[in-house]
């Protein structure tokens, strides 16, 4: 079943921070974030794995809460190249980490 | 480093023609998937393949779509008798191994059926 992103999309300036949602009805193994913009391939930003665990680079970071099936991305005083379309693509198990079901997006874009 | 090669990038077909779209993973990944993604949407699983075997195909339609992954070579998407519904990017992803390693996207290939 496919994941739940919220919201679909949102407008930032440069420097404000966003957090994107992917929320899910069924118990997940992992979480993948992808970031795709207009015409090009999906660029991996991160894993998660069941347990809560949280992830970050740079000013991008990520959390997994497993009690709420849900996952947080977090864009920490975005940059213009920061625009683009999130995925997120979701696992049931490790067996299925690979064929991953994905939200619809979130369209993120950052002005100047 | 080469990425995921994909080929064509954009693939034009009449209504009944063949589409082969062609996928060479990154260098030392055995393991290959296919997406396809319609405008504003996300990305749906087609089907999983390791060298010479076809994994899970789950999310291939039953008839008109088949793929490979041959021992020497690209791994091939191929549609029989496209229909105007077939139009849409398709994406090919490989990794190293299955767990949770990264998956690493093509370019895609953008097929119109006209």
């Known amino acids: 079943q496919q994941p739940v992103q919220s919201p679909q999309a949102v407008i930032l300036r440069e420097g404000e921070d966003a957090v994107i949602n992917c929320s899910s009805s069924?118990?997940?193994?992992?979480v993948h974030w992808y970031r795709q913009k207009h015409g090009e391939a999906p660029v991996f930003l991160m894993i998660?794995?069941?347990?809560?665990e949280q992830k970050g680079h740079d000013k991008i970071s990520a959390s997994f809460n497993e009690k709420k099936q849900q996952s947080s991305l977090y864009l920490t005083a975005s940059q213009l190249s920061y625009s683009g379309t999130y995925f997120c693509?979701?696992?049931?198990?490790?067996?299925?980490?690979?064929?991953?079901?994905f939200g619809s997006g979130t369209q993120l874009t950052v002005l100047p | 480093n080469a990425g995921v090669m994909q080929n064509p990038r954009h693939l034009v077909r009449r209504r009944g023609q063949e589409a082969r779209l062609r996928c060479s993973p990154m260098?030392?990944?055995?393991?290959v998937y296919w997406y396809r993604q319609l405008p504003e949407e996300g990305l749906k699983f087609m089907v999983y393949?390791?060298?010479?075997?076809?994994?899970?195909e789950s999310g291939m339609p039953k008839e008109r779509f088949s793929a490979e992954f041959p021992k020497e070579g690209p791994s091939i998407l191929r549609i029989q008798q496209v229909v105007r519904g077939d139009s849409a990017a398709y994406f090919c992803?490989?990794?190293?191994?299955?767990?949770?390693?990264?998956?690493?996207f093509g370019q895609g290939t953008r097929l119109t059926v006209v």
């Open positions: 998660l794995l069941k347990g809560g």
């Open positions: 069924k118990a997940l193994y992992s």
């Open positions: 693509g979701t696992a049931l198990s490790s067996g299925s980490a690979r064929q991953l079901t």
């Open positions: 393949l390791q060298k010479e075997n076809i994994i899970d």
């Open positions: 992803a490989s990794s190293r191994g299955v767990g949770n390693t990264e998956a690493f």
């Open positions: 260098k030392g990944h055995s393991h």
